[in-house]
T-cell receptor
Framework: NAGVTQTPKFQVLKTGQSMTLQCAQD?????MYWYRQDPGMGLRLIYY???????DKGEVPNGYNVSRLNKREFSLRLESAAPSQTSVYFC?????????????FGNGTRLTVT | DQQVKQNSPSLSVQEGRISILNCDYT??????FLWYKKYPAEGPTFLIS?????DKNEDGRFTVFLNKSAKHLSLHIVPSQPGDSAVYFC?????????????FGQGTTLQVKP
């Protein structure tokens, strides 16, 4: 049981390049989330998918797009990377967003944009 | 505007003593609070939570206290162990139908000295 799996673990991009961060969960969770962590700022929500087929913006969505490919997979795309997007990105999932239960996080993707 | 604040960036305690981590929030709509623990190069892992209808929740060495009138919560770890050395994030949800939309504090780095 792997939980939440993120790929890649590390990535270096040049300004203007694009990339997709992959996330998959094997817990049969309905809702999935993308957060970013920056020093001194905790984690901030980028986008989320409450259920398969739906996506919504979080607190800091600018410069990102997402795709809920199926119930297991939720990808985050940077179309034109900027240095301000240098961060650690965490994918998370929850069984159902209406219930008070904790998020389960992946181990993150560390992205550097030069 | 930081809705969840952890005002102590770091805390150092001796093994066997009590660790107290603090968190303040401003949004009275928050009704579910969580603590996450994070080791380097790993994702946050859930530690303990509390609903706003309670003022205390205990799980082994970990106890979370909630003071709604002061909009303050704290995490007590007794006794502290070297393996508890990590970054601790306080998080809150509420005011939304989606409980995975968490607002995180900035984190407190706990060091437990042997």
């Amino acid at each position: 049981n792997a939980g939440v799996t993120q790929t890649p673990k590390f990535q270096v991009l040049k300004t203007g390049q694009s990339m997709t961060l992959q996330c998959a969960q094997d817990m049969n969770h309905n809702s999935m989330y993308w957060y970013r962590q920056d020093p001194g700022m905790g984690l901030r929500l980028i986008y989320y998918s409450a259920s398969e087929g739906t996506t919504d913006k979080g607190e800091v969505p600018n410069g990102y797009n997402v795709s809920r490919l199926n119930k297991r997979e939720f990808s985050l795309r940077l179309e034109s990377a900027a240095p301000s997007q240098t961060s650690v990105y965490f994918c998370a999932s929850i069984l159902h967003s209406s219930y008070n239960s904790p998020l389960h996080f992946g181990n993150g993707t560390r992205l550097t944009v030069t | 505007d930081q809705q969840v604040k952890q005002n102590s960036p770091s805390l150092s305690v001796q093994e066997g003593r009590i660790s107290i981590l603090n968190c303040d929030y401003t949004n009275s709509m928050f009704d579910y609070f969580l603590w996450y623990k994070k080791y380097p190069a790993e994702g946050p892992t859930f530690l303990i939570s509390i609903s706003s209808i309670k003022d205390k929740n205990e799980d082994g060495r970990f106890t979370v206290f909630l003071n709604k009138s002061a909009k303050h919560l704290s995490l007590h770890i007794v006794p502290s162990q070297p393996g508890d050395s990590a970054v601790y994030f306080c998080a809150a949800s509420g005011g939304s139908s989606n409980t995975g939309k968490l607002i995180f504090g900035q984190g407190t780095t706990l060091q437990v000295k042997p």
